[in-house]
C-alpha cells in the first residue's frame, strides 16, 4: 500500500472540539488525497495536494483544512466539529504522476463527533 | 460531469458461484478505470485497473474489460470463494494532471459456504 500510515485509528469528539488527522507516507510521492467515506455514499474527496506546500479543495471541503508542510505528511484539521463529520476517512497517495497510476490507501481513521 | 454507477448489492452467493458486478461511467474522454476492494475494517486495495478501451484489467481470478461503447466496467469472477466477501468499488480518474478518483457507491458481496 506504498506504506501509508495513518493517526490516529479511532477518535470520539464532542460537538466544537478540534483534532488534526495525520497522513505519513514512507516514500517520495507527489500527489496526496484525503477521503470521507459514509454508508450508501462510496468516497469522496475533501481535499488534496499535488506536491509539498501545495494543498487543493475537492469534492466536500467545508468544514476542514489541510496542510502538506512536509512531503510525507498530508494533515486534515477539523476547526469546530459537527456531528455530520461522523465518518470513516483515508488518506491516499497516488504512485505516480500519471492518470494510468494508482492511488493506495491507509487504513483508515474512524472518527465519531457526538 | 463525470460518475459511477454501480449495481447496489447486497450480493449474496454460494461459494462455486459466477460474480458479476456491473459498473457503468459518465466521463469526458477515455478516463483509467480501476476496482478496489474493501475487507471489513480494512482499507482500499486496488484490485485492478484499465487504461484504454477494450483492456482487460485481472488480479485474484477478477476480470474487467474497458467498453467504449457501453461505457462499462464490469466486474467478473468464475467461481466466488468466502473470502472474496467484501465491498467493491468502481472508480475512473478525473482532472486532469490532478488525478483525482471518483467513486462508485460501493458493493456488498457476500459469499456463503
Known amino acids: 500500500n506504498a506504506g501509508v500510515t495513518q493517526t490516529p485509528k479511532f477518535r470520539v469528539l464532542k460537538t466544537g472540539q478540534s483534532m488534526t488527522l495525520l497522513c505519513a507516507q514512507d516514500m517520495n510521492h507527489e500527489y496526496m488525497y484525503w477521503y470521507r467515506q459514509d454508508p450508501g455514499m462510496g468516497l469522496r474527496l475533501i481535499h488534496y495536494?499535488?506536491?509539498?506546500?501545495?494543498?487543493a479543495k475537492g469534492e466536500v471541503p467545508d468544514g476542514y483544512n489541510v496542510s502538506r508542510l512536509k512531503k510525507q505528511n498530508f494533515l486534515l484539521g477539523l476547526e469546530s466539529a459537527a456531528p455530520s463529520q461522523t465518518s470513516v476517512y483515508f488518506c491516499?497517495?497516488?504512485?505516480?504522476?500519471?492518470?494510468?497510476?494508482?492511488?493506495?490507501f491507509g487504513p483508515g481513521t474512524r472518527l465519531t463527533v457526538l | 460531469g463525470n460518475s459511477v454507477t454501480q449495481m447496489e448489492g447486497p450480493v449474496t452467493l454460494s461459494e462455486e458461484a459466477f460474480l458479476t458486478i456491473n459498473c457503468t461511467y459518465t466521463a469526458t474522454g477515455y478516463p483509467s478505470l480501476f476496482w478496489y476492494v474493501q475487507y471489513p475494517g480494512e482499507g482500499l486495495q486496488l484490485l485492478l485497473k484499465?487504461?484504454?478501451?477494450?483492456d482487460k484489467g485481472s488480479n485474484k481470478g477478477f476480470e474487467a474489460t474497458y467498453r467504449k461503447e457501453t461505457t462499462s466496467f464490469h466486474l467478473e469472477k468464475g467461481s466466488v470463494q468466502v473470502s472474496d466477501s467484501a465491498v467493491y468499488f468502481c472508480?475512473?480518474?478525473?482532472?486532469?494532471?490532478?488525478?483525482?478518483?471518483?467513486f462508485g457507491t460501493g458493493t456488498l458481496l457476500a459469499v456463503q459456504p
Open positions: 495536494s499535488v506536491g509539498e506546500g501545495t494543498t
Open positions: 491516499a497517495v497516488l504512485q505516480g504522476v500519471l492518470a494510468t497510476d494508482t492511488q493506495y
Open positions: 484499465a487504461t484504454k478501451a477494450d
Open positions: 472508480a475512473l480518474v478525473y482532472g486532469g494532471a490532478t488525478n483525482k478518483l471518483i
